[in-house]
């Protein structure tokens, strides 16, 4: 699976997370059915999104999945589904802005209009992230009723070769192309996202192209940022500064033309001057702002965001009535987040609205702990050793291939 809607696309200088401030009864004591009686009295906090991780299973093994599980894509396990508990809890706790559907693939998880439709009943917008490769016209049809303010799916390449080399395996590109057409003739909104690296950068023309042909009039530009399963193909996708340029100079005409495009992931402007690819929209970690989407995983944990692989205050089960849902969103994991800033960034002007870029790449790559190095894509150019990792890497693709993490060959 991949992200185009989890950083922010625009960041509100200075925002907070909204309403974490708010007064909320303090539960005492260790009594789970007393504590549940209170959460559903007690005052909504506002959440400004949560992605929820449906199941472990995906049909595609992208090279660029952030999911730590993509390894053990364990089968949904036998016995009680937790989902429909999860987001009852969540729904009560939380005033929710929206939910994105995720995965793995969401639609391979059986329980997914059960629980597109406690969100329909309950108000919360909701979207999902997709390959798209399982929709035919019934599912398409399906999915309609329940009117998903967007679908986001996507596509790397205008060839099948790039597009299956980078998604793990023959077939998938004319079945997501398959799987687009379908949403479109239901009238689903698609969102197109394409996972830019050193692969396909070039192509970036072509591929809006082939979006627009589709009938898809927005799309995420993600920039690729490793992660969980990714990060063992770090030096093979991680973009140097000439491919994102490239791909912003072939992306500005469609965004000039009308087409909404916008980089989700963040690109430090150290690096890359943004303010000159307008209209296409740039954000940044959103992190402790009211732009937040916290990720609840496959087993029911949550996380900072859908890269991040630290569990939030190492709490259990959302369902689990002894977890505190309020006390997550308010601890120094996510209050505290931004003002943990990497050495190399601290004096910098940007220091406030990039904070280093994405602390979840940079905590994968390097095995450390947030805060310590900036994002990969800046310390590719800044840290001699993380260079020279890279270029090894490039020189032996075939072993780097066998290697789970990159700290290894560090
Ligand atoms: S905070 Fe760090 S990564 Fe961001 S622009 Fe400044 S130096 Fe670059
Ligand atoms: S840590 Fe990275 S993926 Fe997570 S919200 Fe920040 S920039 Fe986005």
Redesign the pocket.
């Known amino acids: 699976m991949w992200v185009g809607m989890v950083c922010a696309v625009t960041l509100p200088p200075g925002s907070s997370l909204t309403g974490v401030g708010k007064r909320v009864d303090t539960v005492r004591g260790t009594d789970r059915e007393a504590r549940t009686a209170v959460e559903e009295t007690a005052p909504q906090v506002r959440v400004g999104a949560l992605a929820l991780e449906l199941t472990r299973y995906c049909n595609q093994k992208c090279d660029y999945c952030y999911n730590e599980f993509r390894d053990a894509p364990a089968a949904t396990p036998r016995g009680e589904d937790r989902w429909p508990a999860r987001v009852k809890r969540l729904l009560s706790a939380f005033d929710i802005g929206h939910v994105t559907l995720t995965g793995g693939e969401p639609m391979a998880y059986r329980g997914v209009f059960d629980l597109l439709g406690m969100l329909r009943a309950s108000g919360v917008p909701t979207q999902l992230i997709s390959n798209g490769g399982l929709f035919d016209d019934a599912l398409a049809a399906r999915l309609a009723t329940f009117s998903p303010r967007s679908i986001q799916v996507t596509l790397n390449a205008d060839t099948p070769q790039l597009h299956d080399e980078l998604v793990g395996g023959a077939g998938h590109f004319e079945r997501t192309l398959r799987g687009i057409a379908a949403l479109r003739r239901h009238a689903v909104t698609v969102v197109g996202c394409m996972v830019v690296n050193r692969k396909n950068a070039h192509r970036t023309a072509e591929v809006l192209a082939r979006f627009r042909e589709l009938g898809v009039q927005q799309v995420a530009l993600s920039r690729f940022s490793p992660a969980g399963y990714s990060t063992r193909h770090a030096a093979k996708l991680l973009p140097g500064r000439e491919h994102l340029l490239a791909c912003f100079e072939a992306a500005l005409p469609f965004a000039k033309g009308g087409m909404r495009l916008q980089c989700t992931m963040?690109v430090?402007?150290?690096?890359v001057e943004v303010e000159r690819y307008a209209p296409i929209r740039f954000g940044g970690c959103a992190i402790g702002t009211s732009a937040q989407e916290f990720a609840v995983g496959p087993d029911g944990r949550m996380r900072n965001c859908t890269l991040h692989g630290h569990v939030i205050s190492q709490a259990g089960d959302v369902a689990d009535p002894a977890v505190d849902l309020h006390a997550l969103v308010r601890s120094n994991d996510v209050t505290g987040y931004r003002r943990k800033?990497?050495p190399?960034?601290r004096g910098?002007?940007?220091?406030d609205?990039?904070?280093?870029?994405c602390g979840a790449a940079a905590s994968w790559v390097h095995s450390g702990a947030h805060g310590e190095h900036?994002?990969p894509?800046?310390g590719q150019y800044?840290d001699e050793g993380f260079a020279r990792a890279l270029a090894r890497v490039r020189s032996d693709p075939p072993a780097a291939s066998r290697r789970r993490r990159l700290d290894v060959i560090l």
């Open positions: 963040p430090p402007p150290c690096a800033i990497p190399f960034c910098c002007l940007y220091e609205s990039c904070a280093g870029g900036p994002d894509f800046v800044v």
